[in-house]
C-alpha cells in the first residue's frame, strides 16, 4: 500500500535560519505530489505542485521554494525564514491523473514555529 | 481563479443533533467536490467525494453531502451528530480535467458537547 511521510513534525526556527521539509510517498510511481500550508483562519493554502521530477508550479509568490529531486521526494525550503513563514505544512500526494479528480492523501505535517 | 467559501467557521452542537456545514465554490466549469475531516492530533482524510452521477454523495461515519450545480453548493449534513464528530471540516474542489490540485475552503470547527 501507498504511504507518505514528512518530517520533521516540528520545527521551532529564527527568523532569518534557512528550512528544508522533506517528504516521501512509498509504494507508487509518478505521483502527483503538493505541498499545502495551513495558517491559522485561512485554511488549506496550495504552495507547490508538481508532475514530475524536476517540474514544479508554484501556485503564490513567497519567500519558499520547492524541489523534486527524485520521483518520490518533495522537499520545501527557504533560505531566510520570515515570522510569517510560521504554520502547518502538508505534503500530499495523488496518483497521476487518469480520469481527473483523484483523491489527494496527506503527509502528517509539519509544524514550522519562527521566532 | 477557483475559490471555496466555508461560511461557518465555528460550530457547537449537543451530541444528536443535525449538522448542516455550509460550502460554495465558485468555477465556471464542472468541478470535483470534496469533503475533508481533520480529526485533532490526525491526518487529514477523505470524508465524501462527488465527480459525477448522483447529485446526493454518502460518505464515511453516516455523513452526506447535496451538490446543487445552480447554487454552487456541496453542503455537508449528518443527521445526528456525535461527541467523536468534534473535528475541523474542509471542502475543496478541483476542475474537471485540471491537475488535481486541491483548492481548499478555510474550513469549519465543529465542537460536539456530549
Known amino acids: 500500500s501507498q504511504t507518505i511521510h514528512q518530517w520533521p513534525a516540528t520545527l521551532v526556527q529564527p527568523v532569518g535560519s534557512p528550512l528544508s521539509l522533506e517528504c516521501t510517498v512509498e509504494g507508487t510511481s509518478n505521483p502527483n505530489l503538493y505541498w499545502y500550508r495551513q495558517a491559522a483562519g485561512r485554511g488549506l493554502q496550495l504552495l507547490f505542485y508538481s508532475v514530475g521530477i524536476g517540474q514544479i508550479s508554484s501556485e503564490v509568490p513567497q519567500n519558499l521554494s520547492a524541489s523534486r529531486p527524485q520521483d518520490r521526494q518533495f522537499i520545501l525550503s527557504s533560505k531566510k525564514l520570515l515570522l510569517s513563514d510560521s504554520g502547518f505544512y502538508l505534503c500530499?500526494?495523488?496518483?497521476?491523473?487518469?480520469?481527473?479528480?483523484?483523491?489527494?492523501?496527506f503527509g502528517e505535517g509539519s509544524w514550522l514555529t519562527v521566532v | 481563479a477557483q475559490s471555496v467559501s466555508q461560511h461557518n467557521h465555528h460550530v457547537i452542537l449537543s451530541e444528536a443533533a443535525s449538522l448542516e456545514l455550509g460550502c460554495n465554490y465558485s468555477?465556471?466549469?464542472?468541478?470535483?467536490l470534496f469533503w475533508y475531516v481533520q480529526y485533532p492530533g490526525q491526518h487529514l482524510q477523505l470524508l465524501l467525494k462527488?465527480?459525477?452521477?448522483?447529485?446526493l454523495v454518502k460518505g464515511i461515519k453516516g455523513f452526506e453531502a447535496e451538490f446543487i450545480k445552480s447554487k454552487f453548493s456541496f453542503n455537508l449534513r449528518k443527521p445526528s451528530v456525535q461527541w467523536s464528530d468534534t473535528a475541523e471540516y474542509f471542502c475543496a474542489v478541483t476542475p474537471h480535467g485540471g491537475t488535481d490540485k486541491l483548492i481548499f475552503g478555510t474550513g469549519t470547527r465543529l465542537q460536539v458537547f456530549p
Open positions: 468555477y465556471g466549469g464542472t468541478v470535483n
Open positions: 500530499a500526494w495523488s496518483p497521476l491523473m487518469i480520469p481527473s479528480g483523484n483523491t489527494i492523501y
Open positions: 462527488y465527480f459525477s452521477g448522483d447529485p
